[in-house]
T-cell receptor, first 113, second 111 residues
Framework: DGGITQSPKYLFRKEGQNVTLSCEQNLNHDAMYWYRQDPGQGLRLIYYSQIVNDFQKGDIAEGYSVSREKKESFPLTVTSAQKNPTAFYLC????????????FGSGTRLTVV | LAKTTQPISMDSYEGQEVNITCSHNNIATNDYITWYQQFPSQGPRFIIQGYKTKVTNEVASLFIPADRKSSTLSLPRVSLSDTAVYYCLVGDSGTASKLTFGTGTRLQVTL
């Protein structure tokens, strides 16, 4: 059954620590994305990748880093430079860059304690 | 960049038809209109997409007038399980960096 798997579902981080969120897809999609969602707000694009070994900054990339070493995987690292990291993080993929046919994961809720 | 405007919230009773309108005055020639549904603590789910006129699938209908400056998502006979946030997106392939979901429309369905 194809889809996107995000792990873990809940994550707690101490201030000053880096943390990596996992995103894996078996849809053979070329493009992958990371979004951040705050309570009652829409989704904001952090980073996206069109192909392996290539990625671009979205609207709120500061304090985050990504890698795309494999087509199936697009991990997101929330660094200590991100001043307000507590949020709901969503990973998505699509066959092409663009609006059509986004498939989202179930999300990771990150809380800084 | 085609910005979209939707009502913040809507209420409906179960069994009614719900129409959510999205305004996108600056839509470009290559842009498609796509609607997503999101439940709390879940990722958005694709509902329907269209370019012009009317599109219908098993879940909803999408009405797009000739000038394409707005679109209406129609949900027939809603149930309690349709309570969710609905997002309207406008864009085309190759512009993912400019796609924004906005705050969407929060639909509350009650008995």
């Amino acid at each position: 059954d194809g889809g996107i798997t995000q792990s873990p579902k809940y994550l707690f981080r101490k201030e000053g620590q880096n943390v990596t969120l996992s995103c894996e897809q078996n849809l053979n999609h070329d493009a992958m994305y990371w979004y951040r969602q705050d309570p009652g707000q829409g989704l904001r694009l952090i980073y996206y990748s069109q192909i392996v070994n290539d990625f671009q900054k979205g609207d709120i990339a500061e304090g985050y880093s990504v890698s795309r070493e494999k087509k199936e995987s697009f991990p997101l690292t929330v660094t200590s430079a991100q001043k307000n990291p507590t949020a709901f993080y969503l990973c998505a993929s699509s066959q092409q860059v663009g609006v059509r046919g986004y498939t989202f994961g179930s999300g990771t809720r990150l809380t800084v304690v | 960049l085609a910005k979209t405007t939707q009502p913040i919230s809507m209420d409906s009773y179960e069994g009614q038809e719900v129409n959510i309108t999205c305004s996108h005055n600056n839509i470009a020639t290559n842009d498609y209109i796509t609607w997503y549904q999101q439940f709390p603590s879940q990722g958005p789910r694709f509902i329907i997409q269209g370019y012009k006129t009317k599109v219908t699938n098993e879940v909803a209908s999408l009405f797009i007038p000739a000038d394409r400056k707005s679109s209406t998502l129609s949900l027939p006979r809603v149930s309690l399980s349709d309570t969710a946030v609905y997002y309207c997106l406008v864009g085309d392939s190759g512009t993912a960096s400019k796609l924004t979901f906005g705050t969407g429309t929060r639909l509350q369905v009650t008995l």
